[in-house]
């Protein structure tokens, strides 16, 4: 399966958690025809719900998939620009669960009946759903949601930590702003534009996202009297937030939303904003230095990362161009986006989403990665709750053309063109191999005026490219005969089987990955 976390399991009942497997297994199984039996004995229900869940997949995905039905078969087609992630989030957002969630933070409900009949559910089904989800709330959240009040019980941080991180995970379209009746999107907008303004870093779009969604959460709780209990301690940073407050567009937003507070806007914007203090994000107001100097360890860490950045950049033949600005960044970032856009994702783990796939660039240089990571976290920050792999991922994510070099560090794909007929046509092929991707594959042309086969097939080339038809046993090289300058399909067919002889190389010299990665994908009794 696509790694998510075990906390998506709290966001779903039984019956969900079947329509999931059916979602994966459609997808897996993308444009093929699969039989209703198969899929009974598959999903562990009976053929009727089968139909069910199905039809309820086709009216919730009508726009994104091509459902195709005989009397005893199925089978759906995907859009090409749509993922199962994307697929699976959309479900997310519709589950009892997560309806019950949105609906309860949004409106106070003093009847489960209400609730019941604004969800077109029973009250014994909200009763099961919140079971379920408080079964799995301890692994991620010190909360519980009671049935009784219909609202969470446990700290205000956690409260807004939970539901900043439920709406970013259960949003799959940046154009939809849910809060647009309480804080209106424009208002995020230029309340979020003048805290960016201040940031010491660069910010984009998933912690612009973040950074709103916060500011709505905190806004409407704080209006329903809920909020987090911290006085002001740093005369600067409050000068800061008095500044903002000041802001026209904040101004009328405070006036709008909280007439009640209009005498004291400065502090309504400190309480908003005090989910911010909290995670310790306005550590990012100040400048780099000031920073590394203040909340680093600072000459021990850089020590430790500048010996094993440099065992790394020998080994693989990388470039890193300011080595300390690298470590600035990583040591700022990592705080920023692990710590607090990323810190308790429930959905989608993203790290490893991410790193499944980009270290098949480099499988060597990932595991030494992680050793060097291991070993600094260990070192360094011994209590630390975050997974070395998010480390990992910001590593991958900061280092300068880290993925160009790592392609550029690969052993090139030899290529030798053998032409019977024409020695300029081999020589022009030879160039235009050479001039489309020069880091990945490099041709030469046979030069003996007499073809010797059985040198060519005990050389160290691993295609053999020629224009006439191959009948002699060349082992396990790629063999490809173009009996004149190949049209971009064949050239789009001749690079794609190239790469993947490569790929194929690597799981052979990495079997163990190869599981792995199959596991990843969802194929994990294949």
Known sequence: MI???????????????????????FYRNNGKWLKYNELVLYIGTSKKTLRSYIDRLHDLFFDLCEFDYTGSMVRVKFDSNFGLVTMQRIFLDKSLIVRILKRTFFCDYKSKLDLAIDLNTSESSIFRAIQTLNNGLPDFYDLTFSYSKLQFEGSESEIQKFYVNLFIETNPDPLYWPFEDFMREEEANAFARHITNYVQNSIYPDQFEYIKVVLAVASIRLKKSHKISISPTDDDLYQK??????????????????????????????????????????????????????????????????????????????????????????????????????????????????????????????????????????????????????????????????????????????????????????????????????????????????????EIKNSDYEVIITDFVVKKDFGDKLIFSFEQLPLLSKIRDFFYKIHYMKINKVFQAHPDELKKFANFLGYKND
């Not at 966001?11 to 297994?25: A, D, G, P, S, V």
């Not at 903002?244 to 904040?250: H, S």
């Open 3 to 25: 790694p998510f976390y075990g906390g998506m399991n709290m966001l779903f009942t039984e019956q969900e958690k079947k329509i999931i497997k059916l979602i994966t297994c």
């Open 241 to 454: 937030i008095e500044e903002l407050a000041k802001k026209p567009e904040i101004s009328a937003f405070l006036e709008r939303f909280f007439p009640e507070f209009r005498a004291n806007k400065t502090f309504t914007a400190y309480q908003i904003v005090s989910y911010f203090l909290n995670e310790e994000f306005f550590f990012f107001f100040y400048d780099l230095d000031y920073r590394l100097k203040n909340f680093m360890k600072a000459k021990a860490n850089y020590e430790f990362y500048l010996k094993k950045i440099s065992f790394l950049q020998k080994k693989y033949n990388l470039e890193i161009p300011d080595p300390l600005d690298f470590y600035k960044d990583l040591a700022t970032f990592f705080r920023f986006k692990i710590s607090n856009v990323d810190a308790e994702d429930f959905f989608l783990d993203h790290s490893e989403y991410s790193l499944n796939y980009l270290k098949f660039f480099n499988i060597d240089f990932h595991n030494d990665l992680k050793i060097f990571l291991t070993e600094y976290m260990c070192r360094f920050y011994p209590k630390a709750q975050h997974k070395v792999q998010d480390l990992i991922y910001t590593v991958y994510t900061l280092w300068p053309n880290l993925i160009p070099q790592l392609i550029k560090a690969q052993s090139v794909t030899k290529a030798l063109i053998v032409s019977r007929y024409d020695q300029y046509y081999a020589r022009t092929l030879a160039d235009l191999i050479n001039t489309m991707s020069p880091n990945y594959i490099h041709a030469d042309v046979y030069g003996n005026f007499q073809i010797d086969f059985e």
